[in-house]
Each structure stands twice: as C-alpha cells, then as structure tokens.
C-alpha cells in the first residue's frame, strides 16, 4: 500500500512538473508567434470600407507598397500593449514604400475613436462594422496582423502583440518576399 502512494505521489508530482513546464514554455514565446495560414503565398484578400476620417480605402490603393494589416479592437489588452510599438513603426517607414492598415473589429465605434485618439493612429484605421474583412483574413482573435508584399501577396501572418523590432523584421521579409515564396537577393 505505501509502495502504491509513493507511486502516486511521484506521478503526480512529475504531472504538475511537465504541466508548469508546458505553461512557462508557452508563455516565454509571448508575442513571437508566427502562426500558420493557408493566405500565406496567397493574394490578400480585398475589401472597401470606410476609414474612422469617412474616407473610402480600398486594398487595392495600396498597390505597390508593403504592407502591415492589423486586426485590433478597443477592448483588447494586447492591442493596446503593442499600439505603441506600431505607431513608432509607422513613423519610421513614413516616406517609404510601406503602408499601415488598422482594422477595427468586433467593437463599438465610440470605444475604437477613443483608442486611436490614445495611440496616435497616424496611419489609416478602418472600422469594420458588419465584422466582414476579419472572416475573409480568417482572423481568431485580436490582434491579428498580415503582412503584404508590393505585389498584394501575404507573406507572413503574426498572432499577439508585436515589438517593433518584431514589425521591422517582418516588413523586410515580406518587402523581399517573391510569388513563389523566396526572398529576393
């Protein structure tokens, strides 16, 4: 009978082990996740919706350039971690072939203003009322961000916060990024 508990005890006790291993393990890779899509090599997909200025964007004006788009909402704790880090992004490409597209889902449209007003929002945001564009990006959650290369093609998909450094080095792939999935030299 002792024989048997110790051989519980241990069992539970290496249980508990792996377990807060698997937990840390997770949660060290915060924030550097790259998460597989079957977008990516894909063209994005578009859209036309109306931004928080009442202008009219579409995807496709941004023909040519890299781009960064981020799905977001008010409401979401990471959102909020690495809209700074995406700001100070923007303004560091501004003059360059790399565009930002917020998209803003499944959120009350007063409560997203008020965010962009708290995070700068310099590049364009859309809100996305009717929470159509996140289905068609195949989005789980916020935040969610694709990166598009000059040709329209997805070439990377990121769940959870971004640092900047982690937004620089995406923006480089996906600029070097060719159709059929290389880097260019």
Known sequence: MRIRNAIKNILTVIIIVLLAYTLWSG?????????????????????????????????????????????WASWCHPCREE??????????LLGKQVEFIGINIMDDRKSAEEYIKSFGGTF??????????????????????FFVNPEGVITGKHRGPLTEEMIMGYIEEATSYKNNGEKSP
Request: aromatic share 10%.
């Open 27 to 71: 949660l060290s890779e915060k924030g550097n996740v790259q998460t597989p899509s079957q977008l990516v090599g894909k063209p994005a997909p578009g859209f036309t919706l109306k931004s928080f200025d009442g202008e009219e964007v579409k995807l496709s004006d941004f023909q040519g350039k890299t781009l960064l788009v981020n799905f």
């Open 124 to 145: 364009v945001n859309i809100y996305d009322p009717e929470n159509r564009i996140h289905l068609a990006y195949g989005v789980g959650g916020v935040p969610e961000t």
């Open 83 to 92: 809209a700074p880090a995406i700001e100070r992004a923007y303004i560091s």
